[in-house]
């Protein structure tokens, strides 16, 4: 094993100085603004909400039927996405006005 130090104007051995490591931040991602995924955000919300109101009251039913909400939001988005209501779907895309 090496003792050498390394100064703060040269880089360790191996390292390039390069930050970015190749990936381009540029790339607009969209970040899933589209009907489809604020459906299913909105749903699995409202079943995280009921699961934890019966998760403090100490309600297995209601518990899983929250969890079973969530679950349905996830399909609700894929459903509608498939759809074309998904980031660059067909049904959501703009027409210049």
Known sequence: MSK??????????????KTHHGIDHS???????????WTCV???LIGALIASIAFVIASSPIFWAGIAVMFVGLLAGYIMRKAGYGVGGSKIKNTGH
């Not at 050498?4 to 100085?17: C, H, I, L």
């Not at 790339?27 to 995924?37: Q, V, W, Y």
């Open 42 to 44: 909105i749903v699995m």
């Open 27 to 37: 790339i607009d991602l969209g970040h899933g603004n589209s009907p489809a995924a």
């Open 4 to 17: 050498a130090t390394v100064s703060g104007t040269q880089p360790a051995a191996g390292k390039t100085g």
